[in-house]
C-alpha cells in the first residue's frame, strides 16, 4: 500500500520529534510496513472522510497526528536503538536517559490532539486512543 497522507520527506519529522539523527534512525526503520503504513492506516480509520479536508492546516494536523503516532510506534524500541555513552579518542560523554515509554504515551496524546483539532469531517475518538475518557469532539463539521 503506498502512503496517502504522509508527504515526501516525513522522516525527518519523525527523527526531530524524536530527537535522533539519521544514523540512528535511518528511514529503513520508519518507513517499515509495520511502522508508517499501520500509523497511517490506524489514522484513516480514525478519520474516514479525511480525503475530503481541503484546509491546509486540518491537512497538516492530519499528517502531524500520523508522524505522532510513528512515533508512538518507534518510541519503546528507542532504547535499544540508542548508545547511552559515546567514546571517541579524546572525549567520553554520556547521554541522559530517556523513558520510552512515557515519551511513547505523550505521542499517542499528541496524536490524539491533532484529530481533535480537525472539525471539517468527523472523527473517531476511541479505540486505542489515550484520550477516550478525557476528551471529546463536541463540534459540527463546518458545512
Not at 56 to 68: A, F, M, N, P, Q
Not at 127 to 137: E, F, H, I, P, T
Request: charged share 25%; net charge negative; proline share 3%.
Amino acid at each position: 500500500m503506498a502512503l496517502q497522507i504522509l508527504q515526501a520527506g516525513f522522516e525527518e519529522g519523525v527523527r526531530a520529534k524524536l530527537g535522533v539523527s539519521q544514523g540512528e534512525l535511518p528511514n529503513e526503520v520508519i518507513n517499515q510496513r509495520l511502522v508508517a503504513e499501520l500509523a497511517e492506516s490506524t489514522i484513516i480509520s480514525r478519520v474516514p472522510g479525511w480525503q475530503s479536508i481541503v484546509d491546509t492546516r486540518e491537512l497538516l494536523l492530519l499528517e502531524g497526528s500520523v508522524i505522532s503516532y510513528i512515533c508512538y510506534l518507534l518510541a519503546p524500541s528507542m532504547s535499544r536503538r540508542l548508545n547511552l555513552s559515546v567514546t571517541t579518542l579524546d572525549v567520553t560523554w554520556r547521554k541522559d536517559k530517556v523513558d520510552w515509554q512515557a515519551l511513547a504515551d505523550v505521542y499517542a496524546g499528541e496524536s490524539d490532539m491533532a484529530l481533535i483539532e480537525i472539525e471539517s469531517v468527523e472523527v473517531a475518538v476511541g479505540g486505542d486512543s489515550k484520550l477516550v475518557d478525557y476528551a471529546r469532539n463536541t463540534r459540527s463539521p463546518l458545512v
